[in-house]
Every structure is written in C-alpha cells, then in structure tokens.
C-alpha cells in the first residue's frame, strides 16, 4: 500500500488483518488501538469493530495528542488481553476553503469551528509563543499533582520542534511527525517486553492518519506498518510495501 494514500479505514484494517492472517492463519490479531481523546469519532470504531472485533473486542487508550505509556501497554499485552496488533492513529480536520484544502481544523458538533487535533494545535501555539519553553510533565493545582498530558507530549516533540516550523505546513507537520514519534517509542516498548518474554513475538505495529471532515465521510491512510519478530533492531520487518 503506497504510504499516505487515502481509503475508508475499513479497506485499511482489512488490508492489515489479512496480511497478517496470511503470514500464518493461526495468528488472532487482538487489536490494542491508540488514538487521540479529542477526536469525536463513530465510523472508524464501528470499522475497527467489524474487521477485528470478532476477534474478541479492541483494547483502546485515547490520551490527547495519541500518546503511549508503558503502563497501557503492560496492560494490554498481559494475560487475558494478550493484544498482538497495535495501532497508533493521529488525526487531522480538512476543511474546504475558495476549492482547497485546509488542515487543522473542522466545524464541530455544536457547529462551531475547532482545531482538530487541539491537543496538537495547542502544542504548536505555544511553540510560536515560547519556543525555548521548558516542558514541566506535572502541575500542581489546589495542592494536588497531575501528570500533565500537554507537557508530556511537548517533552516527545521537543527534539523535532525546528523541523516543524520550518515546514511549508506545519499542522500537517506536526501530525506526521508526531505519529513517527509515537510509532517508534511503542516499537521500542514492544522490543523491550519480547526481550523479557520471547513468545510475544511476533507482533504488528501500524500507523495511520484520519482525516476528519464535516460533510463528507473521513479517509485515512496507512503510513507505517511493521513486524516485530523480536528485540533486535533488524527484527522489526517494514511491512508497508508488501501490502
Ligand atoms: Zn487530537
């Protein structure tokens, strides 16, 4: 599948299930699905749900910004969960504007305009008011400490951030370059857990972008797609191209 194209996610999950069912057919792909809390979505779920919940349901994480902790991860990939197949899914609004395309924003349920993904959004704002910004990973308010999910997320992003302004679009920048980096860190996780248990092996990683509209149905693509076949870094198989 040619990296960035657009389908319905149904043709994309399908694409992905199949492949992996025919590398070996008695593989049950349990789906663990990392997606973004500000994303108001019904189509894809019910898509995700018709091509892999027959396979006893989807194991779903949404943090804003589609962030991965290790803790969802322990999780979804001990017993009773035992998930295989992993996907990281950013998403960015599309709006047409005078016949073209605009990125970053949609108009809402309650039909007024927002920046989608906000998290995102927000991320880039306070790197045009503040680029030298040190990001705090926790708050303290009425006396109580928060992990601060803003700040985490800033913290991931902080090594890309010249690459992102200077980018001819930096809302379709951040989005991509935020999934390559969430991607790799859940790779690098996976790794370590296979490292520890060698029969988690193999598992699969994909990455995909929703475009989320108003009007008209969302698209998504497929932007990476890997086997993980165990901890060393040549086991991690781009799939991507023989799909
Ligand atoms: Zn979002």
């Known amino acids: 599948m040619q990296k960035g194209k657009e389908h319905s996610g149904e043709y994309i999950f399908r694409t992905v299930r199949d492949y992996i069912r025919s590398i070996d057919s008695s593989i049950n792909p349990y789906l663990a699905l990392f997606g973004c809390s500000d994303e108001v979505t019904g189509s894809a779920d019910a898509a995700r749900a018709s091509v892999f919940g027959g396979f006893g349901g989807i194991f779903t994480t949404r943090i804003i910004g589609s962030q991965i902790f290790y803790q969802q991860i322990q999780i979804a990939t001990s017993r009773g969960h035992r998930s295989n197949v992993f996907e990281v899914n950013v998403h960015i609004g599309e709006i047409i504007e005078d016949g073209h395309k605009v990125y970053g924003a ?125 901890p060393k870094p040549d086991q991690v198989v781009n799939l991507l191209h023989q799909v």
């Open 106 to 230: 949609l108009i809402g349920r309650d039909g007024h305009r927002r920046a989608t993904c906000g998290a995102l959004a927000h991320v880039l704002d306070d790197l045009h008011r503040n680029p030298s910004e040190a990001p705090n990973i926790s708050r303290t308010e009425d006396g109580e400490v928060y992990l601060d999910f803003l700040g985490t997320l800033k913290f991931r992003l902080r090594p890309h951030f010249q690459e992102i302004l200077a980018a001819e679009n930096q809302v379709v920048a951040i989005t991509k370059i935020n999934l390559d980096v969430q991607v790799h860190d859940l790779i690098h996780q996976l790794q370590r857990i296979i490292a520890k248990d060698p029969s988690h092996a193999p598992m699969f990683v994909y990455g995909t972008i929703a475009y989320n509209r108003t009007a008209q149905p969302d698209t998504k693509s497929l932007e990476y797609f890997y086997a993980l076949n165990g």
